[in-house]
């Protein structure tokens, strides 16, 4: 039962780097999410996806791009990291969109842009 | 967008039942309150959810208040695994994005 995978764990760039976080699930659900959590603070959705091919903007898009060519993946790009980008991110899906929604989290990745 | 408060900590006695309250004031008639757990920092656990009926599962048990301005959360029998930050959030649907709104939680302390 590997649920919502996320990789890397931990990862450290420098300022203007750029990298991708990747997500995967196994639970066939349509839609996926990201967050990012900074210390202290509750989760902000960063960009979502209601299914494949289909992606848009969350509370806070700007600097990171997202793409969803099959079900299982949601990547969450970093095009150019900047010290604010220094936080953990999580992904997430579910898959009934009606009164039983239900999100699974992945892991978390911890981000530090130096 | 209905916005949720509570209480930044509490503390319970392991073995006792935990009450965790939130506020919800402002909530739409057909916004569904939800909790879900953060334990060390991991990624966030659903735990329950509800419109306006009392609901309970494995997990614990959720009432709202019947005018829905506020609901309780209860851990029946609290354990040391229990500590954890608290979210109470209210399910925002924006067009297609099922925004859930965390705020700050409650963090919870299961002592022994």
């Known amino acids: 039962n590997a649920g919502v995978t996320q990789t890397p764990k931990f990862q450290v760039l420098k300022t203007g780097q750029s990298m991708t976080l990747q997500c995967a699930q196994d639970?066939?659900?349509?839609?996926m999410s990201w967050y990012r959590q900074d210390p202290g603070m509750g989760l902000r959705l960063i960009h979502y996806s209601v299914g494949a091919g289909i992606t848009d903007q969350g509370e806070v898009p700007n600097g990171y791009n997202v793409s969803r060519s099959t079900t299982e993946d949601f990547p969450l790009r970093l095009l150019s990291a900047a010290p604010s980008q220094t936080s953990v991110y999580f992904c997430?899906?579910?898959?009934?969109?009606?009164?039983?929604?239900?999100?699974?989290f992945g892991s978390g990745t911890q981000l530090s842009v130096l | 967008d209905a916005k949720t408060t509570q209480p930044p900590s509490m503390d319970c006695a392991e073995g006792r039942a935990a009450n965790l309250p939130c506020n919800h004031s402002?909530?739409?008639?057909?916004?569904?309150v939800y909790w879900y757990r953060q334990i060390h920092s991991q990624g966030p656990q659903y735990i329950i959810h509800?419109?306006?009926n009392n609901e309970t599962n494995e997990m614990a048990s959720l009432i709202i208040t019947e005018d829905r301005k506020s609901s309780t959360l209860i851990l029946p029998h609290a354990t040391l695994r229990d500590t954890a930050v608290y979210y109470c959030i209210v399910r925002v649907d924006s067009g297609s994005a099922r925004q859930l709104t965390f705020g700050s939680g409650t963090q919870l302390t299961v002592l022994p």
């Open positions: 639970m066939n659900h349509e839609y």
């Open positions: 997430a899906s579910s898959s009934d969109r009606g009164r039983n929604e239900k999100l699974f």
């Open positions: 509800g419109l306006k």
């Open positions: 402002t909530i739409s008639g057909n916004e569904y």
